[in-house]
């Protein structure tokens, strides 16, 4: 009787494990365990949306606080030039707003102000000669491209180039007579002025951040009478940078720099000639033909075509695909909203969400949306669509072939 008590004893207890196991549920505990663990995963998925949320309103308040100065800017210039100096100098706000866009977070001895006016004046003259005939275009447009991309690139990331770029594609296209070269050159005057206003309100808010206070001991009166503080930081900062020379080139320095230095200027020729002979050659098409809006196929040769092939590729892409889907969202919104002020409207969202994303995909999108709302203002919405795909198609043709067979260097060439 006791080893069949004992028996039972480790019989049933096992067995109402194994029916726990099979149901989740213990009976002596009287708990459901399938219930429990619904109600983590409730919980999980609860922080989950939570964390996803702040994620996702940190990132808009992000792209919003990034997109303020540029948009403003833009859409400053593009009315007030529009209203002084007519539609054709509106064209104006797009390059200089990429020059704000990348000079705003550099100290103020990187912006060279007149610099950046003297080259937008120059390419403007540029433009409007080569406007004139078409021999004139082949030589301008290829001397001005080349010297632009050779001159003002100083590493392989560089994109100093692209906003001037944008400003010969966008001057030559709005052609002038010699009375309106005049307005011109007095809208890019006028607009560069109001871009360094913005450069420089952009640099007093950013000395009101935090990481910009300085200690409050080099405030204290002592040191700071005579200027001392001011003497004694210039100097650390001297010494600093001559230390810091000197360690460069102790550890960095080798026989191989000169030849380093002779491939990228060897590479970085090689992408100028490309470059500038497939923007002449659009450049050229749109001067024979005459086709209208014809300046969007150099636009797209000049953005898609870049130094290394791979990256041309993904840039195409990007190009290709935010156009298209710019097209079906454009012509959505212009089926609903319409008139002069509805056109501004998507014209001025455009421009914001542009500025705000950091995806090119994304900014192509939202970029063929203001280059559309503003184009239908005086062609059909049907022939700007086709006109806009036809084009961004053919350029990206042109710089497929350019980049694959023109001067081509390829990441893999370059490896060592």
């Not at 871009?195 to 951040?209: D, E, H, I, K, P």
């Not at 900062?237 to 720099?257: E, G, I, P, Q, T």
């Not at 994304?362 to 022939?383: P, V």
């Not at 980049?403 to 060592?416: G, L, M, V």
Request: glycine share 6%.
């Amino acid at each position: 009787m006791d080893s069949l008590k004992k028996g039972l004893l480790i019989i049933v207890p096992q067995f109402c494990l194994f029916n726990a196991h099979k149901s989740n549920k213990i009976p002596f505990l009287g708990k459901n365990y399938d219930s429990d663990d619904d109600e983590r995963k409730s919980v999980m998925s609860e922080k989950i949306k939570r964390l996803n949320f702040k994620h996702l309103r940190q990132a808009a308040w992000k792209g919003t606080k990034k997109s303020i100065p540029a948009t403003t800017l833009c859409l400053l210039l593009f009315f007030m030039n529009m209203a002084l100096f007519g539609y054709k100098n509106a064209v104006i706000a797009v390059p200089l707003t990429i020059i704000f866009n990348r000079l705003k977070d550099f100290p103020p001895d990187r912006w060279h102000p007149y610099s950046v006016m003297l080259i937008n004046l120059v390419l403007a003259t540029t433009a409007h000669l080569a406007d004139m005939n078409v021999w004139l275009c082949v030589t301008l447009d290829f001397a001005a491209t080349y010297l632009m991309v050779f001159l003002l690139t100083d590493s392989d990331t560089s994109k100093a180039y692209y906003s001037y770029g944008f400003g010969l594609v966008l001057y030559q296209s709005f052609s002038t007579t010699v009375p309106e070269l005049r307005l011109r050159l007095m809208a890019i005057v006028l607009s560069c002025f109001i871009a360094t206003l913005g450069l420089v309100v952009m640099y007093f808010l950013r000395r009101r951040q935090t990481g910009f206070k300085l200690d409050p001991r080099i405030f204290n009166p002592f040191v700071r009478l005579g200027g001392k503080t001011r003497d004694f930081l210039k100097g650390t900062a001297r010494a600093l940078k001559n230390l810091a020379a000197m360690l460069r080139f102790r550890l960095f320095y080798s026989s191989s720099d000169s030849l380093q230095a002779g491939t990228f200027d060897f590479r970085l020729t090689r992408f100028a000639i490309r470059i500038s002979l497939l923007v002449t050659f659009s450049f050229f098409l749109e001067q024979v033909f005459n086709i209208p809006k014809g300046y969007w196929l150099p636009l797209n040769v000049f953005i898609m075509t870049l130094n290394f092939y791979e990256d041309s590729m993904v840039k195409i892409k990007q190009r290709v695909g935010g156009n298209i889907a710019g097209v079906f969202i454009s012509a959505i919104l212009l089926h609903y909203i319409t008139g002069f002020t509805g056109h501004m409207i998507i014209l001025s969202i455009g421009t914001f969400l542009g500025y705000a994303v950091d995806n090119y995909l994304f900014r192509a999108t939202y970029m063929t949306c203001y280059a559309i709302a503003l184009s239908t203002l005086f062609m059909k919405q049907s022939e700007v669509f086709e006109l806009r795909l036809a084009y961004v198609l053919l350029a990206a043709v042109i710089a497929v072939i350019g980049s694959r067979f023109i001067f081509a260097n390829k990441k893999t060439d370059f490896q060592t």
